[in-house]
């Protein structure tokens, strides 16, 4: 009886030892998967006090100025075309610019064009202290400077993304279950992101766009405090998540602005259904055209199709 009662205690230590670093090294250490994604977690039911104006009527769309409000307070200024071809609801297409510029930039002004051409809506966003909302004067750089000011920019444009698909799925003329995404260079990884958190947009495109951000670092790459600050901001940890969705890149093999590497590592951790286009161009001499046409190939297979 008595060694029974030993055996009882030992197995019992056992499974408290056991018990104890499950707690340790699993209870209390989520995996990054799960706490980058509540990084980006927000209150759906927060009102989008959105307000809607046409300012134009073409014989191709119609646009209308749009705003509406994001978390941490922020208006989001934006533009929404409807094309006149096709019958309503139509597929949408999100359209973001690059770095320093804005919703109306001459290369998203054309890719407006072309998308609203061949039947498709595009709301086109400023990103976060860029165009409309710009009250900042300060250098967007992850390296040095305000780098925290930078990362935020990035972040709350991702918030943002996720607002105007709740603002696409109030609006009769969109069929919020057929929505793209064309991001280019910033508008690029920040919709890598978004894309892979969001699975309401069905069909992806990236555009002279990269990953693995903390290769920017050079001989800091591997530092803790680098893969750190990167985490919630680097594509690389999230393209995977856009899965099984379809995802199409398209990149420049002399990019001057963005590592073709980063473009590279980004497409191999994504997963299946995946494509890559390279043209033999810099990052400022892409051919739009021929780059916004593989942009509405892939929708008019993967959104067009649906119906």
């Known amino acids: 009886m008595k060694w029974i009662k030993i055996i009882g205690l030992i197995i019992g230590s056992i499974l408290l030892l056991l018990g104890g670093l499950w707690f340790l090294f699993v209870a209390k250490s989520p995996s990054k998967s799960i706490s980058l994604e509540n990084y980006y977690a927000y209150d759906k039911e927060l009102p989008l006090k ?15 100025y749009v705003t509406f409000q994001s978390v941490h307070n922020q208006q989001v200024t934006s533009l929404l ?6 019958q309503p609801p139509y597929p949408v297409v999100i359209l973001m610019h690059g770095v320093g510029d804005r919703k ?10 072309l998308l609203t051409q061949a039947g498709y809506a595009v709301l086109r966003l400023d990103t976060h202290n860029h165009g409309d909302r710009k009250t900042d004067d300060y250098d967007f750089d992850l390296r040095k400077g305000l780098k925290y000011w930078t990362r935020n920019t990035i972040t709350q444009t991702v918030f943002d ?3 105007a698909v709740d603002f696409l799925e109030t609006q009769p003329a969109i069929d919020a279950e057929r929505i793209g995404y064309y991001g280019i260079s910033l508008g ?6 978004f894309c892979g958190l969001d699975d309401r947009v069905k ?3 990236i555009a002279i766009a ?11 790459a591997l530092d803790q405090e680098v893969q ?7 594509p690389i940890n999230f393209v995977e998540k856009i899965a099984p969705r379809p995802l199409l890149m398209i990149n420049a093999e002399n990019d001057e602005v963005i590592p073709p590497l980063t473009s590279k590592l980004l497409f191999q951790q994504a997963k299946a259904p995946k494509e890559i286009i390279w043209y033999p161009t810099t990052h400022k001499t892409v051919p739009l055209e021929k780059v916004y046409q593989d942009g509405i190939d892939w929708f008019d297979k993967y959104l067009k199709d649906e119906n």
């Open 50 to 64: 959105d307000s809607i104006h046409q300012v134009l009527d073409t014989t191709d769309f119609t646009l209308s």
């Open 81 to 86: 075309s409807i094309p006149k071809t096709g």
């Open 104 to 113: 109306t930039v001459d290369y998203v002004e054309a890719g407006n064009t």
């Open 161 to 163: 993304l996720q607002r």
């Open 188 to 193: 690029g990884i920040i919709g890598t992101i």
């Open 203 to 205: 069909a992806p495109v």
């Open 210 to 220: 990269g990953g693995s951000l903390h290769l920017l670092f050079g001989k800091n």
């Open 228 to 234: 750190d600050y990167v985490s919630v901001i680097d």
